[in-house]
């Protein structure tokens, strides 16, 4: 089960919005809306801020959002703020091969 | 509130097994619908899923160490275990235990909803 693709690193200035994608294949992303995003900051353990594509967990900012297009997930962060500088990770149940996959991980700065 | 604290030695010498906890406090580890999962992260890299575990015993690895791993539950003690036999240098890693809801109204569907903090492993003689 490879990793699901992210691109390395993302920025934008405060206020402004930029958009992660997370590509995996019919066997996980495409196949099933279970695609869970994660905020990491340093030292810290990831922290869920979407789950089943698009839903919001509570506490969860209504700037972070996501969506899905075939074998590709977006997380979508609206109205950059300091406290987003951090590590993004998606997630997809992968329930052909029963298993769970991560993403590579993206960087997001604020300039 | 459920809360996940990871537990076990933070030093294994090559070629010997590792040995972690996961111990699951404020809430029954057999109530609700539930796996639980082990996930780990080298320095300055991303997460693996390692495996996760079902309170009736059933298990799910990550093929890429299935051949050395082994997770378990004891409700009893409301813990999940982790063991990864023969390690190198390259399991060296933060490993964390996390939840995963997979049924029920208004829960987090098959996403690591509670995470523990983690707890460093190095693998070194």
């Known amino acids: 089960q490879s990793a699901l693709t992210q691109p390395p690193s993302a920025s934008g200035s405060p206020g402004q919005s930029v958009t992660i994608s997370c590509t995996g294949t019919?066997?996980?992303?495409?196949?099933?809306?279970?695609v869970s995003w994660y905020q990491q900051h340093p030292g810290k353990a990831p922290k869920l801020m979407i789950y089943?594509?698009?839903k919001r967990p509570s506490g969860v900012p209504d700037r972070f959002s996501g969506s899905k297009s075939g074998n590709t997930a977006s997380l979508t962060v609206s109205g950059l703020q300091a406290e987003d500088e951090a590590d993004y990770y998606c997630s997809s149940y992968a329930g052909s091969n029963n298993l769970d996959v991560f993403g590579t991980g993206t960087k997001v700065t604020v300039l | 509130q459920v809360q996940l604290q990871e537990s076990g030695p933070g030093l294994v010498k090559p070629s010997q097994t590792l040995s972690l906890t996961c111990t699951v406090s404020g809430g029954s580890i057999s109530s609700g619908s539930y796996y639980w999962s082990w996930i780990r992260q080298p320095a300055g890299k991303g997460l693996e899923w390692i495996g996760r575990i079902y309170t009736s015993g059933s298990t799910n690895y990550n093929p890429s160490l299935k051949s050395r791993v082994t997770i378990s539950v004891d409700t009893s003690k409301n813990q999940f275990s982790l063991k990864l036999s023969s390690v190198t240098a390259a399991d060296t890693a933060v490993y964390y235990c996390a939840r995963v809801p997979f049924y029920g109204s208004g829960s987090y569907h098959y996403a690591f909803d509670i995470w523990g903090q983690g707890t460093m492993v190095t693998v070194s003689s």
């Open positions: 019919s066997s996980d992303v495409g196949g099933y809306n279970y």
């Open positions: 089943e594509v698009s």
